[in-house]
């Protein structure tokens, strides 16, 4: 037995894979991936002569190769995480994200249900689609706002989440007119191993050790809910274990944070655990820079009924989880310097001249 993910060598399907496998009794992994510049098979080092683990190098988008490793592996499950997921170069750059996000998940979805329609009547049963999507389909809260529910409208405010909205109305559709077997969970800002240094927390702790400034967008008080990445990795793995069909479920970690203190709190761990040259602190180096366009104000998810429905709640706190994380920067520098490449260059030049 086999399950197809998508998507498995970015920053949370990377996780998602090597967790998976390190239970010895777990299915093996297909694992499609165009290996886009936030693709790293680095990531999947572990994994190189494991033969549970199968890389297919390949778009979500083409048919013909999705509907070759459907019928090749017959998995029993897709976990679909490929998307273009930076907000900032979604402003930048949005077509590749409609490209990605909506028609491939269209793609997908279309030669999934093909495949499913052919299925014996237990195997049918059995199949599961999760669509892994973002709270940031529901917009922006205010500070006094009730945090995210599932019943909460769609309001998304950049190409980034208004792809993922469409992404996640394609998906129910599907369950609604075809009966097709999909789950859909919607999660918070993910932070840990393997991520991609575009995004806030990554970019900080590596801009720290490299002197460079840290920057804020903005006056720094945006909030997000930040999420262990290994805490949405067992959350997805309850969700395809025992999520109703057709329902979708909210994954968050109690963490909500204003981005000048999650910076902060950086530089306090980083001023302990290797402090600067001159003894000052990492927050000499804050600088704040001119706000993202659309900027949303605040995300807070409730996950509430994951918890209720199917009894996940996130092991880690930010605490322990930021503590963790600077620590497993601190220790792979080699990963670093893999990825930070020529074009992960030109993208901070552009971003941040
Ligand atoms: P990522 O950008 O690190 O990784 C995306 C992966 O998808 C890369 O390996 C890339 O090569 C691959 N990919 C891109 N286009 C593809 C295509 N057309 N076909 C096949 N593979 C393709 O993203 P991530 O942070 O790991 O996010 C994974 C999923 O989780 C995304 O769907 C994202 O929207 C969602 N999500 C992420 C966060 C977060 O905080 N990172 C929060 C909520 C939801
Ligand atoms: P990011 O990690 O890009 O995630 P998202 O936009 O999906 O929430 O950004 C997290 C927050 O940090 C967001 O409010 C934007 C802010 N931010 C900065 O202040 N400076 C930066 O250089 C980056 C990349 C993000």
């Keep these: 037995m086999m399950i197809l993910v998508t998507g498995g060598a970015g920053f949370i399907g990377s996780n998602f894979v090597l967790d998976w496998l390190a239970d010895p009794s777990a299915e093996g992994i297909i694992n499609l991936d165009k290996l886009t510049y936030a693709g790293n098979l680095a990531n999947l080092a572990s994994l190189e002569h494991n033969p549970r683990h199968i890389f297919v190098q390949g778009d979500i988008g083409d048919q013909g190769l999705v509907k070759k490793l459907l019928a090749q592996y017959q998995p029993r499950a897709i976990v679909n995480f490929a998307a273009e997921s930076h907000v900032d170069r979604s402003i930048h750059g949005p077509a590749d994200f409609i490209q990605t996000n909506i ?28 669509h892994v999507s973002t709270d940031e389909v529901y917009g922006s809260l205010s500070a006094t706002d009730p945090a995210f529910t599932e019943s909460n409208p769609y309001e998304p405010n950049s190409p980034y989440s208004a792809s993922k909205a469409a992404s996640d109305h394609l998906v129910r559709a599907w369950f ?29 702790i590596l801009n720290a050790l490299n002197h460079k400034p840290l920057p804020i967008y903005g006056d720094g008080q945006q909030v997000r809910d930040w999420l262990y990445v290994g805490d949405h990795c067992s959350a997805i793995r309850e ?77 880690e706190t930010f ?35």
């Design 239 to 315: 969700v395809l274990a025992k999520g109703e069909l057709g329902e979708t479920y909210n994954i968050g970690g109690w963490n909500e944070k204003a981005n000048l203190d999650v910076v902060k709190t950086i530089c306090q761990i980083l001023d302990q655990l290797k402090p600067r040259n001159d003894d000052k602190s990492y927050a000499k180096q804050i600088t704040f820079v001119k706000d993202r366009p659309g900027h949303d104000r605040r995300y807070a998810i409730d996950a509430c009924k994951i918890e209720k429905e199917l009894g996940w709640r996130p092991a």
């Design 319 to 353: 605490d322990t989880g930021i503590r963790k994380t600077v620590q497993w920067y601190l220790n792979n520098s080699q990963w670093i310097d893999g990825v930070v490449s020529g074009s992960y260059r030109d993208w901070l030049q552009k971003q941040y001249h």
């Design 176 to 204: 609604h007119t075809y009966g097709f077997p999909v789950v859909t969970t919607n999660c918070s800002n993910n932070y840990g191993p393997y991520h991609f240094p575009e995004k806030l927390i990554p970019l900080v």
């Design 103 to 130: 028609m491939g998940t269209f793609n997908l979805l279309e030669c999934a249900r093909e495949h499913w329609n052919t299925l014996e009547s237990d195997a049918k049963k059995q199949f599961r689609f999760h």
